[in-house]
RNA sequence: GGUGGGUUGGCCGAGAGGCGAGGCAACGGACUGCAAAUCCGUCUACACGGGUUCAAAUCCCGUACCCACCUCCA
C-alpha cells in the first residue's frame, strides 16, 4: 500500500514517489500578512499540517516550508490607511497569524521564510530569466520587469488554459507589457509608496513581484526540484502557473505533484475578508476548543468544500467530545502498568486507518475507524466483565490515541492541556465533592427530590454529573 | 468566452459499477430511583431526464441549479 495523492496538474489521484526515497520536500504559500485570519485560511494550515504528519508517520523525513509574504500591494495600501508602518503591520499579522496556527495545533514548518528576507535569490532568479529571454525590463523606465509569457510556450499547462482564451487582467494598465497577460517580476518604486518597502535592484529600486517570491524561496530551501507544491485552490491560477512557468522558465523542474485544499464558504460563497469579524480565528475559539474547531475541519475531506456553520461545528465539537469520553474512561478503567507497557511496545496503526490516509488524506474514512473503535471500546467498558479480557480495552485505547495522534488531534497532548482545564479546577473540584456528597447522603435516604435538586443546582453552574461504577465524575461542560 | 469543482437521508459528511462509511439529532429498547454516560435497534439517501450494464449514487449523453478561477485571495 502506497501513499496517493491528487495532483492538480495531472488532474487524477497518483501515486506518491518522492525524487530523494525516504525524503519528502514540501512547499506550502501561507498567507499575505495584511488582516487577521479567518477559519478558511487556518483550513487551508490544518490540511496541509495532516499532509505533512502523514507523511512523517509514513516514514519520510519531511521538509516543510511555509512561507509569509510580508510585502505586497495590499499590504502597503491598508498600512497607509491606518497610518502606520507596512512592516509593523506586516508583522502584527504575523503574530496573529501564530497565534491561530498554535490554537489548532498546526506545527510549526521546518522553516518560515518570509518575501522581505530573500530579495537577493528574486533578484537573481530575475535575472536567469531575462538572460534567457523569458523577461524584460520594461521600456517605458518604470522600473518594472515582467515575465514574457508568449516565449514560454507551456505557459497555462498547469491549468490547461490556452493564453488565448485568457481574459487579460483587467486593471492592465499595459504600460511596458508586451503581451497584457505578463505578469510582473519586479514592480519599480513608486514616489507615493514608503522608501523602506524598496530594495536595490539592477532595474532601479523597487519591491518583488508576489509570484517570483515563492520561485525563490522554494527554490532556495527545497531545490530546483522538489515533491510537493500546496495551497488554496484559488492559487492554482495565476500563482502557482506563473511560479511554475517562471521556475521552469529558468531551468528549474520545480514541484512534481500539486496539491490545493478547497475553501470553507458561507452561505454558499467564498469567505472574503468583507465578511466582518465573526469568522476570525479568535472568535470562532470563544465557541468551541481549538482541538473541535481542528476535529471539525479533519472531519471533512480537504478537497472538498465545507459550508461553514456554527450548527455543524457545534455538532462536530459533540461528537469529538464522545471520542474524549472514551478516552478518559478508559484510561480510568485499564492497568496503569499494563497501558505503559502496550504504549511503548510499539503498536501500529490500523490497515483500515492506513488505507484510508493513503488514499489521498482520506481523514473522513480515518474518523469513522476511530469512531468504529471508540464504539468496541465503549462495548468493552460496557460489557460482561469477565468476558474480556482487558488488554483488547488498553488496545483499543491505544489505538484510538495513536490514530487521533496521527491526526494531532489527541487530546492528551501537551499542547492542549491548556485549553479546557484552568487553575480553578482545585476549587470546583472542592464544592462540587461537598455537594456530592450531601447527594449521596440524599439517594441513601432514598431522598430523590433533594438528590435530583442538588445535581440540577450543579448542572445549571455548568458541570455535568455522571454516575459510575465507582462513583460519580463530574466534568465542565 | 475559457478552465476547474459541486448537487447524497432531518442536519453534517464519506464513497465513485455489486458488499447498508461515519457522525449529530430524533424515536424505541437495555441499564438507572429518575437522569447522564454507554450499548442495541429504527430512520435504506444519492438534483432531473434518457442511455450502457446481469447490476448505476458511481460510467455515458442531455437538462437545471450552485460555486470557484481567469484581478488581490487559503
Not at 79 to 103: F, S, V
Not at 243 to 262: I, K, L, T
Not at 330 to 353: H, M, N, T, Y
Request: glycine share 8%; hydrophobic share 40%.
Amino acid at each position: 500500500m502506497t501513499l496517493r495523492l491528487y495532483d492538480t496538474a495531472a488532474r487524477a489521484v497518483r501515486d506518491f514517489v518522492p525524487l530523494e526515497e525516504g525524503r519528502a520536500g514540501v512547499y506550502v504559500c501561507g498567507l499575505t500578512v495584511q488582516s487577521e485570519p479567518h477559519v478558511g485560511h487556518v483550513r487551508s494550515a490544518v490540511n496541509f499540517d495532516v499532509l505533512r504528519r502523514w507523511l512523517t508517520t509514513s516514514g519520510y523525513d519531511v521538509t516543510f516550508i511555509r512561507n509569509v509574504t510580508d510585502i505586497d500591494d495590499k499590504i502597503l495600501v491598508k498600512a497607509g490607511e491606518q497610518d502606520r508602518p507596512w512592516y509593523n503591520l506586516a508583522y502584527d499579522m504575523q503574530r496573529e497569524l501564530d497565534r491561530a496556527y498554535d490554537a489548532l495545533h498546526v506545527l510549526p514548518p521546518t522553516y518560515e521564510p518570509l518575501a522581505t528576507g530573500h530579495i537577493p535569490e528574486m533578484l537573481q532568479l530575475i535575472e536567469a530569466l531575462i538572460e534567457r529571454g523569458h523577461a524584460y525590463a520594461a521600456e517605458d523606465g518604470s522600473g518594472d520587469v515582467y515575465f514574457d509569457v508568449q516565449s514560454w510556450p507551456s505557459y497555462g499547462e498547469l491549468t490547461r488554459q490556452k493564453v488565448d482564451d485568457m481574459e487579460a487582467a483587467a486593471d492592465a494598465d499595459p504600460r511596458g507589457k508586451r503581451d497584457p497577460r505578463d505578469f510582473a517580476l519586479w514592480k519599480g518604486h513608486k514616489p507615493s509608496e514608503p522608501t523602506t518597502a524598496s530594495w536595490a535592484s539592477p532595474w532601479g529600486r523597487g519591491r518583488p513581484g508576489w509570484h517570483i517570491e515563492c520561485s525563490a524561496m522554494a527554490g532556495k530551501y527545497l531545490g530546483e526540484a522538489f515533491d510537493i507544491h500546496g495551497g488554496g485552490v484559488d492559487l492554482r491560477f495565476p500563482h502557482h502557473e506563473n511560479e511554475q512557468a517562471q521556475s521552469r522558465a529558468a531551468g528549474h523542474p520545480f514541484a512534481s505533484y500539486w496539491m490545493h485544499n478547497a475553501w470553507i464558504t458561507t452561505s454558499g460563497e467564498k469567505m472574503s475578508k468583507s465578511l466582518g469579524n465573526s469568522l476570525l480565528v479568535p472568535h470562532v475559539l470563544e465557541r468551541v476548543r481549538g482541538i473541535e474547531l481542528r476535529f471539525y475541519m479533519v472531519s471533512a475531506h480537504y478537497r472538498s468544500t465545507v459550508e461553514f456553520s456554527f450548527e455543524a461545528l457545534a455538532e462536530a465539537a459533540q461528537g469529538f467530545q464522545r471520542i474524549e469520553h472514551f478516552l478518559e474512561r478508559a484510561l480510568a478503567a485499564v492497568d496503569a502498568d499494563e497501558l505503559a507497557a502496550v504504549r511503548s511496545a510499539g503498536r501500529k496503526l490500523r490497515i483500515e486507518f492506513i488505507e484510508a490516509m493513503d488514499d489521498d488524506l482520506g481523514t473522513p474514512a480515518a474518523v469513522a475507524v476511530i469512531y468504529d473503535l471508540v464504539r468496541e471500546g465503549n462495548r468493552l467498558l460496557a460489557g460482561d466483565p469477565g468476558a474480556d479480557p482487558e488488554d483488547r480495552l488498553v488496545e483499543t485505547l491505544v489505538q484510538v490515541e495513536l490514530m487521533l495522534g496521527v491526526l494531532g488531534l489527541d487530546p492528551a497532548h501537551p499542547h492542549w492541556s491548556t485549553d479546557s482545564t484552568n487553575d480553578l479546577t482545585g476549587v470546583v473540584d472542592a464544592l462540587v465533592t461537598g455537594l456530592l456528597e450531601q447527594r449521596a447522603a440524599a439517594r441513601a435516604d432514598k431522598d430523590f427530590a433533594t438528590a435530583d435538586l442538588i445535581r440540577d443546582q450543579i448542572k445549571a453552574a455548568g458541570v455535568t454529573i455522571e454516575d459510575t461504577p465507582t462513583g460519580p465524575k463530574w466534568s465542565v461542560e
